[in-house]
């Protein structure tokens, strides 16, 4: 694997997919700045060797149209300030004015390119459009994990046209890294805790991760589906009925791989979908009707404490509550603080995919855990054991 590492920059204009797609605010001010930092550690490796950075992203979704709002122009400033470098920025990221601006581009600065998604060409991984990227740069560099997953021109496409001349960024590499490990080179037991609302969002994680994991902890939503297939009484919480047998096969195909599965033994049960429901705690076999489980319950935790703290190698994926509402959220803040607590032990712990982050950020574990990844869907695809375009582009001869 060619990461960033294996180049020397010195005099070469590195060309770098990073992922600069920022939230900004109604004066367009850049309100979380984490993929930005996210990217430094990159850039700062190309100045400091003695080269210059071309930084290409997309922003929002312009759809091919030149959308002002979707400017990279606002984020300039932002990212000026984290690298501690005044950011130079090209009106478009192909054409005359882009060949101009990385032609004046001295060693040791930077360049920003318009946002790629300004050009239809480049979600249709065009093969002139990435060609025409592939001028502004010596190095292809990737580090744009959250678009790893899709055959962009400027994150698959263009890695053709660097033979021999691209590698992956820090956190790209990073993010291979923490997958490898859970999936493939992490020390025994592994566990996987996977939860969020729907089965048949996690399905084809589920049958991935069965050959790598030795614990599968469910909960969440899913648990229901799982729990009803098997004759237990769920009352009003979510469940998938015509995923029921798909969830018997699931507990079938553990068993033949010597996976345990925990699943719920209690639950928080509400009278509503709502902050102000009314709860009690019920066996996760006999909810009543009219009643619905929003997290787990205490026993449940304790089961679920004492496979997290025997495990080397961790997975989370998804809350084991409504954890968006105070009152289903303690289930999902006891998951973290294991996690928390294995890592401390020396388990190494990996969050990622889909939303599962916004929970990790709410309640305040990132830093408390190993590796939290940056990228929703590329992650997931990734759990799912789908090969991503954008990182074998990088692998490929
Ligand atoms: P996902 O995107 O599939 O990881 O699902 C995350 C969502 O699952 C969160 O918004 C949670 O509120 C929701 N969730 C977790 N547990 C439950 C539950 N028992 N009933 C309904 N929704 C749930």
Request: hydrophobic share 40%; proline share 3%.
């Amino acid at each position: 694997m060619k990461t960033i590492e294996d180049y020397n920059f010195k005099h070469k204009k590195a060309l770098v997919r990073v992922d600069f797609n920022v939230p900004l605010d109604a004066e367009f001010k850049v309100t979380d700045t984490n993929r930005i930092e996210a990217a430094k550690p990159t850039i700062m490796k190309i100045l400091k060797d003695g080269g210059s950075a071309v930084l290409m992203s997309h922003l929002g979704r312009p759809k091919g149209q030149v959308n002002p709002d979707m400017s990279l122009r606002h984020i300039c400033n932002a990212v000026s300030q984290i690298i501690a470098v005044k950011v130079k920025f090209s009106e478009d990221c192909i054409g005359e004015k882009a060949m101009n601006a990385v032609d004046q581009l001295k060693d040791g600065e930077v360049l920003l390119l318009e946002n790629l998604r300004f050009h239809a060409e480049e979600e249709k991984g065009d093969k002139s459009f990435a060609e025409a990227l592939s001028e502004l740069g010596d190095i292809y560099v990737n580090d744009a994990f959250g678009t790893a997953h899709r055959a962009h021109a400027s994150t698959t496409i263009i890695a053709q046209f660097f033979p021999e001349k691209k590698c992956f960024g820090y956190l790209l590499a990073k993010e291979i890294e923490a997958i490898e490990k859970v999936m493939r080179t992490g020390e025994k037991p592994v566990t996987a805790i996977l939860g969020g609302a729907k089965v048949s969002s996690k399905i084809t994680i589920i049958e991935n991760i069965l050959d790598k994991v030795d614990h599968l902890i469910i909960g969440g939503g899913m648990t229901y589906t799982f729990v009803k297939a098997m004759g237990g009484e769920v009352g009003d919480s979510i469940c998938e009925d015509d995923k029921m047998e798909l969830a018997l096969d699931i507990m079938e195909q553990a068993k033949k791989k010597n996976v345990s599965i925990h699943l719920p033994v209690d639950v928080l049960a509400a009278d509503s979908f709502s902050k102000d429901a009314r709860t009690q705690i019920v066996s996760v076999k006999h909810i009543p009707k009219g009643w619905q489980g929003l997290d787990a319950g205490p026993e449940t935790l304790k089961m679920f404490k004492k496979v997290i703290l025997a495990s080397k190698t961790i997975l989370w994926n998804g809350p084991v509550g409504v954890f968006e509402m105070e009152k289903f959220a303690k289930g999902t803040i006891a998951i973290g603080n294991y996690i928390d607590e294995a890592t401390k032990n020396g388990a190494f712990s990996l969050v990622g995919g889909g939303d599962s982050v916004a929970a990790v950020k709410q309640f305040g574990f990132e830093d408390k855990v190993s590796y939290v990844s940056t990228g929703g869907g590329a992650m997931l695809e990734s759990l799912e054991g789908k090969t991503l375009p954008g990182i074998a582009a990088i692998l490929e001869a």
